[in-house]
């Protein structure tokens, strides 16, 4: 059977070359470029169309290009027949590990002050934050969030890990539960969100949320736009309950130009590109789905439509 590439906001070209080159006697294509959709099994996908379904009805795959799989999981009509499966790939959590670490420590030495301090010829130093003084809380301790939590922790911060589950990690002090919660942020210099987005998650970091973090926290979104109520955070904001935010993920990609985050100070953006598949180490393991699902057995990295992770 063929394979279907459906990316929005994305080039597929990479994908394209390396899937062709890795089996090239399976038929691989853009969406809108296949030739027979009903010989389609397995579809490539980020954000595709909602009705991927109707398009490909002899589809057997869904194999998510990201980790995340939110944007899967309210397709129409979703058949329980066709099974999902993420990416899993260690160079992934260490690409988000640097990409929160060099948000936090860019922060902690007053890097964008200097840069807009630069703009304006203004010789202004200020103090600066160690890593020992600092605490970081990760919220999400699944796959990335683990090695995420556990990374930092290695250079000498102290940091809290939140999950919905008990968890335990090396060096890194866990919580979980309501109570949990107001635990590992309450003291946290840096909140760094990778929770899955899932209906329970949808709106977690809304107004009750931040008035439980420290007076002057950061906040940093590296997970999904849809875990932030915005209009929350601009409160926050506001009251200086933060000291600022720095988002890679909005609810709507690419965050329109009329946006109030754009123009906002204390809010620093990056166009969701915190941690992006690698087209070379992530390839294994779909074409090996792909062999797996045509073959009847089990898939890596499967995902429950029900927890939605
Ligand atoms: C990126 O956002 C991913 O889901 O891998």
């Known amino acids: 059977m063929d394979i279907v590439i459906c ?5 597929e070209d990479s994908w394209l070359k390396a899937l062709r080159q890795a089996l090239p006697n399976i038929g691989v294509y853009k969406d809108g470029d296949v030739p027979d959709s009903s ?5 490539l996908c980020w954000y595709p169309q909602k009705d991927l379904l109707l398009d490909y009805p002899n589809l057997k795959l869904i194999q998510s290009v990201g980790a995340g799989v939110d944007h899967l999981l309210d397709l ?3 058949s329980l027949s066709v099974k999902i499966a993420r990416i899993v790939d260690p160079a992934l959590s260490r690409d988000m590990f640097e990409f929160s670490l060099a948000v936090v420590l860019a922060q902690m030495k007053n890097l964008s002050t200097y840069l ?3 703009g304006t010829k203004n010789w202004n ?7 020992n003084e600092v605490t970081v809380a990760v919220l999400g301790l699944g796959k990335i969030g683990s090695e995420l939590a556990s990374s930092f922790a290695e250079l000498g911060f102290k940091v809290n890990g939140f999950a919905n589950s008990p968890k335990q990690l090396n060096k890194v002090s866990c919580f979980s539960g309501e109570e949990g919660l107001e635990r590992a942020v309450s003291t946290a210099d840096y909140i760094i ?9 949808e709106g977690f970091y809304n107004t009750a949320f931040f008035d439980t973090c420290k007076h002057g926290a950061f906040f940093i979104n590296v997970g999904r736009g849809g875990h932030l109520m915005e209009h929350d955070l601009l409160k926050a904001l506001e009251s200086e309950k933060l000291s600022g935010a720095y988002l890679d993920v909005f609810r709507k990609e690419p965050l329109p130009k009329e946006h109030p985050f754009w123009a906002y100070q204390g809010i620093q953006i990056s166009p969701h590109v915190a941690a992006v598949t690698n087209s070379k180490t992530a390839l294994t393991q779909i074409v090996d789905n792909y062999r797996r699902i045509m073959n ?14």
């Open 7 to 11: 990316f929005s906001n994305k080039s």
């Open 39 to 43: 010989k389609v099994g397995v579809a």
């Open 76 to 78: 129409d009509p979703m």
């Open 116 to 118: 807009s301090d630069k």
């Open 125 to 131: 130093p200020i103090g600066y934050q160690r890593i």
């Open 193 to 201: 969100n990778i929770l899955p987005l899932t209906t329970s998650t």
């Open 296 to 309: 009847n057995e089990a898939l890596l990295n499967e995902v429950s439509v029900v927890k939605g992770y």
